[in-house]
C-alpha cells in the first residue's frame, strides 16, 4: 500500500542527492536506451509512440469539432 507520508520520512539531505542524480543522469537514459536497442526495437518503440500522439492529437481535434458542432445553429429548418 503506497503512503503519502513516505517522502517525508527520507531525511533532506538524501532527496537533495537523489534530485542531484536526476538533475545530472536522468536525459543520459533515453540516449543510452537506444543504443542498447536494436533496429527492430527502436522502430517499435518510435511506432508505439507515433500511435500514441496520433490518438491524443485525433481526440483533441474531435473534442473541438463536437465543441463546434454544439455552438452552431440547425441549418435549414427555419419557419
Request: proline fraction near 4%; glycine fraction near 8%; avoid cysteine.
Amino acid at each position: 500500500m503506497y503512503d503519502s507520508n513516505m517522502a517525508k520520512r527520507i531525511p533532506p539531505e538524501v532527496l537533495e542527492y537523489l534530485k542531484s542524480l536526476g538533475k545530472k543522469y536522468g536525459k543520459l537514459g533515453g540516449k543510452k536506451s537506444a543504443q542498447n536497442l536494436t533496429v527492430e526495437e527502436r522502430s517499435a518503440r518510435a511506432k508505439k509512440a507515433s500511435l500514441a500522439a496520433a490518438k491524443v492529437r485525433t481526440a483533441k481535434r474531435l473534442a473541438a469539432e463536437g465543441k463546434k458542432a454544439r455552438k452552431a445553429p440547425a441549418k435549414g429548418k427555419s419557419k
